[in-house]
């Protein structure tokens, strides 16, 4: 199993940016575990507290709510969605994460396969009533996180809710770090036509030293 070196991988990330090749790369993260869910450098093992938070406080009214997750990982908050009652599809675009997910939860509800944010099935199209997204977005570089983030929208069903989780910074600050954290207003770039912000946070997670980042809900009203 090869060693996570950072500066191996900051400079691996920026070379396929610098070659346009932004989504090129996941895969090897995933293929580098060598089949172990564990060895996924990126991978909290589970459900983002924040999520749970979420869905503690807001519990389903009805049955048939649909959830997608993007960019998946190894499936801990999507196992959250569903244990909160969701009908849940969650899509990666590496198809070793999808794999490590059909293996490490074989029982599961959860609707795993191998899909790309920027070509999704057209029946997704305004189909969900939750777009749930962990740290997808600051993988990706420049034009691509205004794609990401108008994709995720055109997901969404209305009365539906965006839940965004990621890495922040301040304005002027971190601009080449490796992942790109968003600051303030590229987050309210979700602000826009009938979506309104329902809530936002910001916060340092547990690491050390403690890592900024916000937890974003956004409502469709039409
Ligand atoms: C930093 S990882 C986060 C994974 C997971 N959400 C988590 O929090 O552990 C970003 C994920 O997004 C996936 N991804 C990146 N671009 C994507 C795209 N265009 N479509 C679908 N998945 C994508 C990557 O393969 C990777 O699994």
Redesign the pocket.
């Known amino acids: 199993m090869k060693e996570f070196d950072p500066v191996a991988y900051e400079k691996m990330v920026k070379s396929y940016h610098d070659q346009d090749r ?2 090129d790369w ?2 090897s ?2 293929t580098d575990a060598e089949g172990d869910h564990e060895a ?1 450098f ?3 093992l589970e459900p ?1 507290p924040y999520l749970l938070k979420w869905l503690k406080n807001n519990p389903l009214q009805c049955a048939g709510r649909k959830a997608i ?6 499936g ?2 999507a196992e959250a969605l569903s244990e909160a009652g969701y009908e849940v599809t969650a ?4 198809p070793e ?1 999808i794999r490590l997910c059909r293996n490490r939860y074989p029982a599961s509800k959860v609707d795993y396969l191998v ?4 070509d999704y099935p057209s029946p997704w199209s305004e189909n969900f009533d939750l777009v749930y ?4 977005i ?3 570089p420049g034009k ?1 996180r205004i794609q ?1 983030r108008d994709a995720m929208i055109s997901l969404l069903a209305t009365q539906g809710h965006i839940l965004v ?1 990621c890495r922040s910074r301040l304005t002027g600050e971190q601009e080449d770090d490796i ?1 790109l954290p968003l600051d303030r207003k590229e987050i309210d770039g979700f602000v826009q036509r009938s979506l309104k912000e329902e809530s936002f946070e910001a916060y340092d997670d547990t690491q050390d030293p403690p890592v900024p980042h916000f937890f974003a809900v956004y409502k469709k009203y039409l």
Not at 115 to 118: E, N, Q, Y
């Open positions: 932004p989504t996941f895969d993260i995933y996924v990126w991978a909290d983002s997750i993007i960019g998946c990982g190894v801990d908050d899509f990666d675009i590496s994460a899909a790309d944010l920027f997204e962990c740290n997808t600051q993988v990706l691509y990401a989780s992942p």
